[in-house]
């Protein structure tokens, strides 16, 4: 059995990690609240955006000629995959990393020689793990979940749409995690390029709109916004399910340490019985010789 001041030092270092986890988890739960009032009002507005779009596409008498709707054989393919820059934020990074390599893996079987990928990582973690599995990367941008800001988000897509349009590549796959609740995020793919077209005919909401200018001149001329908007949403989704995941793993760390310190002072109360006992019986032991 370990020595009373072994047991007492670990004690004493448990009780200063559960304060670390402690305050961490204060610290991601004060930071979920803020992320999370960005995301909730970015949502509505995200989601109507798409809805004009969509009413618009159904009054399309034609094809959009804006590169950004080019559908083209997906010969190179960007992938981006966000993750955090920080750790301890449990299955948060390794969970959506997973998927992307397995979605790699099963899109591109034994490195098909006529199509290319390669990755755009947003977040340190990413970077680590798809540089230890020696995948191709042709960026990386930490600010976009550092610092996110909707004027950065706008910067980043009109770069993206360039080389996009410059035929860089045909498809631009993004791999990031919604937010559910603080306990749960779920791991999403979703294709930011070319802009899928949504064409559903539904005779009962049909309203007969007079558009000036014209659906397709608005499709085209608002395209880059519709990005924009998707994009930022996918920032701000991925942060708030980052401070959610840390700040439960957090919680869970804490309560662990609780347990841990529980179990340590039991032990360090038996060892120390144990020590008395012992003493007590040497001390009868060595009256008895004497009296003997």
Not at 19 to 22: I, S
């Given at each position: 059995m370990?020595?009373?001041?072994d047991?007492?030092l670990?004690?004493?270092?448990v009780?200063?990690?559960r304060?670390?986890?402690?305050a961490?988890?204060?610290v991601?739960?004060?930071?979920?609240?803020?992320?999370?009032?960005a995301?909730?009002?970015?949502?509505?507005?995200?989601?109507?955006?798409?809805d004009?779009f969509n009413?618009?596409?159904?009054?399309?008498p034609?094809?959009?000629?804006?590169?950004?709707?080019?559908q083209r054989?997906?010969k190179?393919t960007?992938i981006?995959?966000?993750?955090s820059?920080?750790?301890?934020c449990?299955?948060?990074n390794?969970?959506?990393t997973?998927?992307?390599l397995?979605?790699v893996?099963?899109?591109f079987p034994?490195?098909?020689k006529?199509?290319?990928?390669?990755?755009?990582?947003i977040?340190?973690k990413g970077?680590e793990?798809i540089t230890?599995?020696?995948l191709p990367?042709?960026?990386?941008e930490?600010?976009?979940?550092?610092?996110?800001?909707?004027q950065f988000?706008?910067?980043?897509i009109k770069?993206?749409?360039?080389?996009?349009?410059k035929?860089?590549f045909d498809?631009?796959i993004v791999?990031y995690?919604?937010f559910?609740?603080?306990a749960?995020?779920?791991q999403?793919m979703?294709?930011?390029l070319?802009?899928?077209?949504v064409?559903?005919k539904?005779?009962?909401?049909h309203?007969?709109?007079?558009?000036?200018?014209?659906?397709?001149e608005l499709?085209e001329?608002y395209?880059?916004?519709?990005?924009?908007?998707?994009?930022?949403?996918?920032i701000?989704?991925?942060?708030?399910?980052?401070?959610?995941?840390?700040m439960?793993?957090m919680?869970?760390a804490?309560?662990?340490?609780?347990e841990l310190?529980?179990?340590l002072r039991?032990t360090?109360?038996?060892a120390?019985q144990?020590?008395?006992?012992?003493?007590?019986?040497?001390?009868?032991?060595?009256?008895?010789?004497?009296?003997?």
């Open positions: 370990a020595n009373l001041k047991i007492r670990r004690i004493s270092s009780i200063n990690t304060q670390v986890t402690n961490m988890k204060m991601s739960a004060a930071k979920l609240r803020k992320s999370q009032d995301l909730f009002k970015m949502r509505p507005y995200a989601s109507g955006i798409e004009i009413t618009l596409f159904q009054e399309l034609q094809d959009i000629s804006s590169p950004l709707f080019k054989p997906p190179k960007l981006i995959l966000i993750t820059n920080k750790g301890l449990g299955t948060f390794s969970a959506i997973r998927k992307a397995e979605w893996k099963k899109e034994g490195g098909k006529d199509h290319q990928f390669s990755f755009f990582i977040g340190k970077f793990t230890r599995n020696k990367i042709i960026g990386r930490d600010n976009l979940i550092q610092k996110p800001s909707y988000t706008s910067f980043f770069e993206l749409s360039v080389r996009f349009v035929g860089e498809r631009v791999f995690n919604s559910k609740t603080a749960s995020q779920i999403c979703e294709t930011l070319p802009i899928e077209v064409r559903i539904d005779q009962k909401r309203i007969d709109y007079i558009f000036e200018p014209s659906p397709i499709v001329s395209s880059h916004k519709l990005l924009e908007i998707k994009m930022h949403r996918i701000l989704d991925s942060i708030a399910s980052e401070h959610g995941a840390r439960t793993a919680h869970k804490t309560d662990n340490a609780s310190i529980n179990t039991l360090y109360n038996k120390r144990d020590n008395i006992t012992r003493e007590i019986n040497e001390i009868v032991s060595g009256a008895n010789a004497l009296r003997g």
